[in-house]
């Protein structure tokens, strides 16, 4: 079974930044694409980025720009999310997803999903 946990969310200021981590236990975790999604309240969760079960490549959701990037340990089983310039509507639980496959359809990033975290909080104050 596939265990994900996701921890470094909490209150930041607008302008801050955040590295949220994500580990992985239950199976070979460089063999498998993750991701990074976030639901804001009211609001359906969103793609933000994700990342090759090697490393070597990386996708970005059409929003994202450079703001949020994703990086991954393969020798630690963990996947990062670092989030620089926070804004008040960045505010939203964020997910960790492991994919199927060892990469990410960039079509289509809500493919091939096989694996869910439970999310931490971010808060951003203004």
């Known amino acids: 079974q596939v265990l994900l946990v996701e921890t470094g969310g909490g209150l930041v200021q607008a302008g801050a930044s955040l590295r949220l981590s994500c580990a992985a236990s239950?199976?070979?975790?460089?063999?498998?694409?993750m991701g990074w999604f976030r639901q804001a309240p009211g609001k359906e969760r969103e793609f933000l980025v994700g990342?090759?079960?090697?490393?070597?490549?990386?996708y970005s959701g059409d929003f994202v720009k450079a703001r949020f990037t994703i990086s991954r340990d393969n020798a630690k089983n963990t996947v990062y999310l670092q989030m620089n310039s926070l804004k008040p509507e960045d505010t939203a639980v964020y997910y960790c997803?492991?994919?199927?496959?060892?990469?990410?359809?960039?079509?289509?990033?809500?493919?091939?999903?096989?694996?869910w975290g439970r999310g931490t909080l971010v808060t951003v104050s203004s």
């Open positions: 997803a492991q994919y199927a496959l060892s990469y990410v359809n960039s079509r289509s990033p809500n493919i091939g999903l096989a694996y």
């Open positions: 239950g199976r070979a975790f460089s063999s498998y694409a």
């Open positions: 990342i090759s079960g090697s490393g070597g490549s990386t």
